[in-house]
């Protein structure tokens, strides 16, 4: 398949862990340069990534599509997958981290064009918002996982791409809380997250 994304997008990574987790193949098209960013946009009308192009002509953008076909056509790995209520409580978790990641990116950029969220009452609130969803994630683990089978699944993935893009662009003082630091280390047991990090 061919993978359109950054190395640094948090939803690319979660795309690029599962690949791996399935031992899949792929090309990437890397949207950081111009020709690749340029390409991606000829293709796929969001302007966005994860982009992936499939070997039997399927076109599919978002992570979450893209995670739910490889899923149904290869299988999910060593992965955790709740079932029942469980599955409904994962499924809040993970939109909640992604709604915090989409705000943490909005006034990542917003800032990086000079605004600052003091200054912008809608940045303000996007940036308490990241806030807000941080606190209530960490009442719902369990130590670092969110069930007591202690699995990677979703929820986890999910939950450590967000923390380490964080990280790496200083958009929030994720080192600051013992839990986050307890989370990304230990997680960095697993050989597929440690080879999908963000460039230093
Ligand atoms: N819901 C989408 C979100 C994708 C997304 O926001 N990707 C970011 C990369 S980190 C992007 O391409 N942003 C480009 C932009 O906002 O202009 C998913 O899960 O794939």
Not at 3 to 9: D, H, K
Not at 64 to 69: A, K, M
Not at 156 to 180: G, H, K, S
């Amino acid at each position: 398949m061919k993978l359109y994304g950054s190395l640094t997008s948090p939803f690319v990574r979660r795309v690029r862990f599962i690949i791996k987790e399935l031992k899949l193949n792929y090309t990437l098209v890397d949207t950081l340069t111009e020709a690749g960013q340029a390409e991606m946009r000829t293709k796929n009308p969001l302007w966005k990534v994860p982009y992936v192009e499939f070997e039997n002509g399927m076109k599919l953008w978002d992570s979450h599509v893209i995670i739910s076909y490889l899923f149904e056509n290869f299988g999910t790995g060593s992965l955790r997958i709740p079932s029942g209520k469980e599955k409904w409580r994962e499924s809040n978790i993970i939109h909640a981290i992604d709604t915090a990641v989409e705000s943490a990116i909005n006034v990542f950029y917003l800032k990086n064009d000079g605004l600052k969220p003091e200054d912008v009452p809608y940045l303000l609130k996007q940036s308490n918002r990241v806030t807000s969803i941080l606190n209530w994630i960490q009442s719902e683990l369990d130590g670092i996982y969110f069930s007591k089978e202690e699995k990677m699944g979703l929820s986890e993935l999910n939950l450590l791409t967000i923390l380490d893009w964080l990280r790496f662009r200083n958009a929030y003082p994720v080192m600051e809380n013992p839990l986050w630091v307890e989370i990304l280390n230990k997680h960095y047991g697993n050989e597929n997250l440690l080879s999908t990090r963000p460039p230093a």
